[in-house]
């Protein structure tokens, strides 16, 4: 992996973010600053609106900062990086593709090779429960399937950074907890350094290394907390460990959320 | 009457293998006036001056001399007015010699209307194409029969659809061409129609003749003089014989008029040759130039007009300008 | 509005999947099936004709029997379909052509601000000028062949395939943008995978027009200069009066017109099965 | 391609937005902006017409020089500004009843199968055949006054808007037409508030090129009869081979198109302000 | 409010739904029945892909059951209903118009009094804390925000029956919690008759009256559980409830789920 090499993996220095339209200006993110090291596992949570999507997108070089520098791997975000995984929060899938070649859109774009990235795609949409559904056009799947294609799309390139937007919302609990584990057994084997946008405070606290809080918009880090669990996690194992519960109902806490999790 | 042109003349109307090969653009889609040219090629008149001789159709006189100007077209049948006109606009053309003599400009109306002189076209509809020499020297035609022009109302139309208004009677009467239109509306409507020639009132231009630009005129001359030779011979042939040269035509030519219509139309051409005071056809003289030229001058905006010898070179034709 | 057939979610006019292409019979049943309203339309206006124009409502030389025209049609059955074949040939390159550099200047144009605002103005000159006015002037610059008729095709056609084709490209939602520029993908790749279908829909109404129009500029470049074609046709016809041929040329055009219009039509639900357009909307959704 | 201005987010352009209507200063800005690159490839081209036209490389009877043109456009002013009055009339009429006609059409044809299955072979038959062609029919049946001239703008403005809506009408997202149906929307409501807007970017794209032939078709019906207006004018000035006054009234005619279309690219800007077409892409994604 | 002169406001008999194209067929639905008393707050869990959605639209009216019937507040289903407010899975907005006259798109649609469904509009706008952004239009909105705009328009003419599609699942959990408040608040105070699909089954629990658990697909009825708690409810309260943990245990294990809520 070539985030090794480097001692930060993603680096966000004093980031500020303002949309301005005529009408009116939004600053979505405020002097926001991050260090990633490789092989981390950060959960980013935080209000709706507050600018987590905005976040990932200048990591992503998508948007650009209107103060403040990112760098990504050693190298400063100036434009797109292709150094990434994307899984973004609407599922962006091409209405004209199947399931199976919506996912192969990532191999093509990237020149894979075709026989293996055939071979990788069948074996997501098998982890994802798609089978059956190759060639099923998206209009034709359910919300959570549409989002589930997206996540093989973001994960069939093994990219050394994962940006993950919500990438479970619209799934059922236990669906979502098998992903959870596929998700943590991905990190674990292949050391990838992973971002994810969540709004659930249990899998933010499962999956991460780290936990990010962020205030309601204008969006500040509030607080970073340590996961200080195992890297190998099972939900049934890390749901009664103290840790978990000690640190969930602090993140709670630091919402403002009554919820146990 | 499909066919090629070349393959079945009769009386060796191949050309020889060696024969020049001629294009010759036609002033309009054809009509009778241009059965003698077929008949020619049928007869051999062209081969016999080592000339292979391919006819096109036209899309109107100014559009032919324009080809002839551009090089596109070796030779074009051509209207005299218009050739004027291209002639003082820069054209590198001229006229080597116009065969209907007596202009066949007319002022065309159904027989019903009861139009027997220009004083009844008081108070009627008369439509005109904008920009051709009728249409110029029609005012001028008014005042010579002593009308003036708010007598009649004049309609602008493009030349392609003057006969059907006339036959559907949006318009009294029409400014046009009576040989090659007159017999067409009478066969397909069965509507008699009349006509009053601008030529007898004073109004006598040149009509069609051949057009062959500068640069031909200059390097080929030997050409030109054949190909007006044969063209002379074709016609002085046809007008002898008009039934075969309408079946020539008829034969050889596409989408012509029937055959009818286009003896009728030869027919009506013939005397506007003048041969009982010409001689052969396509000979002019000075005279009829500067005629035609101050016509023009004082009525159509022909700028500059200059000298017959601008317009006209009669020397492959034989008669006074040679 | 809700027939008892539309509202089986099972009965939802699908679109064609790659095995449905071999299942000849039902394609074969909806192709009669989508055939006979029009024949009924079009039967309707014939009969109209026929009856107007046997009772000479108007008078022949300007509206023919459809016994007038089948004699003409039949009559000069090979010359007609050469000047068809002329004319055919003519649109079809025009439009070809109209359909490679119109898509080609729609990119230029979507793609980039300096070319849209340097293009534009002359793309929209060219077509402002009507094209029976510069008709002659090609010809007199190009001669008396298929170029300047191929070229009027050209020029008439190309318009709508610019229009739409920008319209098209520039409508691409701009996460899929993201999503592509995530994937290290080229500007090329972006267009082929990305913007270029999602302009597909927009782009097949574009083409829809020109390839009709293309018909109408080969036409009128025969109009100016040409001894074949069905624009000459016509144009003999109108000189002679000559009505029955002049419906029948104007009849063998609008056929021609209709053709390729069908061949785009096809063409374009082939290409894009998948869009919003073609699927009929959600079985009790009427409105 | 990322330039130091395009990716501060803050500086992307936004729809204009109420509030910036009044701010007419950064309209004038942005307006010249738009100018100059047309301004120079324009100005290039009359840089080369007047070289070549000065120099003949064409005779000045097919092309004049610029000097002549203007001296034409002067000397004929007050009458030249009459015929494009005339015509800018006759297409202003018939493209204002093309677009409403053609709308009307589309949505018959969009809303109804039975309709799309009738209409359209109609509508498409009146497409296909060349107006030229038919120019002639219509002045001997409506005479020639303005009538034929109206027909003619609207017959051949038709077909895009048609297309294009029944384009834009359909593409409508069938979750929308969802959405309407359980607010007990009328189908008139889910027209005007649904379908309709969404179908205006298709829509305008088709409007754009009908504003343009609605020129032609006005021009085409002035060269088959008619006493006044531009094809009038330049029936005339060919026939008199007088190229300058050819020039000068092809220049008016386009300038007729460029200025409707601008008007109808302005009627754009304000409708659909909100189209994925109209903003830029997010900032740093240049592909 | 109509519903309560019917015994049943939603009454679902044999529902079987296949959605058939040239390539496969679905059966999203199998054989359900569900009767749904004038008043109640119906929470649906079940996997993704398993027919959730597509139920609700067979309700509203919006797909035709292929075999089997659906009526509502008495009268049968045969086409779109109008006594209802959807909630759609994706937040489906006019991306030509701002916030408010989104949501104001229901009052235009049924001819409601204009002053006063501003007043309302405005109320919910506020409610769900998207002040600010009246003007905003959806593409300059975070997924959180477009899919409370959703809410807003579907909460606006109160209608007697409200289908709602996982309204909240791209919201952080506090907001979320906030919003159920809001919604149990709403449900009590007017009498209306709720569906609610959902993946959380803290939510689930916390707002219905029943919670119906579906298989996977095809999806059929695997259970109905009442749940024994006032209708006024409290978060912090009700998550000691022990009926609340019985019930959350409960249904975890009927989902296969692992997580403890
Ligand atoms: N393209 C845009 N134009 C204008 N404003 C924007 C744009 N994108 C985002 N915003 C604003 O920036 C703020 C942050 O948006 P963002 O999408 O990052 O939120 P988020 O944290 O992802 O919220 P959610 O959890 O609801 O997805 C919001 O107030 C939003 O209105
Ligand atoms: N329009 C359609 N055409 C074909 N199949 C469809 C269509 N809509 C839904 N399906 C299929 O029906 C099944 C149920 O879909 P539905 O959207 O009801 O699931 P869901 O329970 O809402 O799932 P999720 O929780 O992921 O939203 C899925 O397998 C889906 O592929
Ligand atoms: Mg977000
Ligand atoms: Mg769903």
Known sequence: MPDTLTDTAVDVAGLTVRFR?????????????????????????????????????????????????????????????????????????????????????????????????????????????????????????????????????????????????????????????QLNAELNRIWRETGTTILLVTHSIAEAVFLGTRVVVMSPRPGRLVRSLDVDLPAARDYAQVMTDPTFGTLTRQIRELLGSAESH | ??????????????????????????????YGEHAPFYHGVAQGFYADEGIDLEIKPGNGSGTTIQAVAQDQTTFGWADTPPLLKGIAAGMPVKSVGVFLQKGPASLEFLSDQKITSPADLKGKT???????????????????????????????????????????????????????????????????????????SGLNMLGTGIVASEQTLSDKADLVSRFVRATQKSWAEAVKDIPAAAQAMADNAENEPPLEVLIQQLELAEPLLQLDSVGAPGVNTEQQWADTIELMSQYAELENAGEPSAYWDGSHAGGSGS | MVTSKDVQPADRPTPPAPASRFDLGARLLRFLDALWRPAIVLGALFVLWWIASENEWMPHYLVPTPGQVWDTIAGDWSSLMYHSYVTLYETVIGFLLASVLGLATAVLIAYSRTMDKALYPIVLFA??????????????????????????????????????????????????????????????????KIRFPNALPHLMAGEKVAVTLAVV?????????????????????????????????????????????????????????WHASRRTATPLTTS
């Open chain 1, 21 to 177: 339209s005529k009408r009116s200006s939004t600053t979505a993110l405020d002097d926001v600053s991050l260090r990633v090291e490789p092989g981390a596992f950060i959960s980013i949570v935080g209000p709706s609106g507050c600018g987590k999507s905005t976040l990932l997108k200048v990591i992503a070089g998508l948007v650009a900062p209107t103060t403040g520098s990112v760098s990504l791997l050693g190298e400063p975000v100036t434009g797109p990086m292709r150094t990434i995984g994307f899984a973004f929060q609407r599922a962006a899938l091409l209405e004209w593709r199947g399931v199976r070649k919506n996912i192969l859109l990532q191999a093509e774009m990237r020149g894979m090779n075709k026989a293996r990235a055939g071979v990788r795609a069948d074996a997501l949409i098998e982890l994802t429960g798609l089978s059956g559904f190759e060639e099923a056009l998206p209009h034709e799947l359910s919300g959570g399937m549409q989002q589930r294609v997206a996540l093989c799309r973001a994960l069939l390139h093994e990219p050394p950074v994962l940006l993950m937007d919500e990438p479970f919302g619209a799934l059922d609990a236990l669906t979502r907890e």
């Open chain 2, 1 to 30: 009457a499909p066919g090629g042109a070349q393959e079945d003349g009769d009386g060796g109307g191949g050309a020889p293998a060696d024969a020049d090969k001629v294009t010759l653009t036609l002033n309009w889609v054809p």
């Open chain 2, 126 to 200: 008369v439509g005109g194409t904008p920009g051709d020499a009728m249409y110029a020297t029609f005012p001028a035609w008014l005042k010579a029969n002593g009308l003036s022009a708010s007598d009649v109302t004049v309609v602008n139309m493009d030349a392609a659809n003057k006969i059907a208004q006339l036959a559907e009677g949006q318009v009294d009467a029409i400014m046009g061409f009576f040989h090659d239109q007159g017999p067409t509306i009478e066969a397909r409507t069965g509507k008699q129609v009349d006509y009053l020639l601008y030529a007898d």
């Open chain 3, 127 to 192: 077509q402002v000028i009507p094209k029976i006015a510069i008709a002659p002037l090609l010809v007199v610059w190009f001669g008396n062949g298929l170029a300047p008729k191929i070229m009027l095709a050209v020029l008439i056609a190309f318009f709508p395939v610019v229009v739409s084709g920008v319209a098209g490209l520039r409508s691409t939602d701009p996460e899929l943008l993201e999503l592509s520029a995530t994937m290290g993908a080229s500007r090329w790749q972006t267009f082929r």
């Open chain 3, 217 to 273: 500029g080969a036409v009128v470049g025969e109009f100016v200069g040409a001894s074949e074609g069905l624009g000459y046709t016509l144009l003999l016809a109108n000189g002679n009066l000559d009505s029955a041929m002049l419906f029948a040329a104007l009849f063998l055009m609008s056929l021609i017109g209709i053709l390729l219009f069908v061949v785009v039509e096809v063409l374009e639900a082939l290409l894009i099965p």
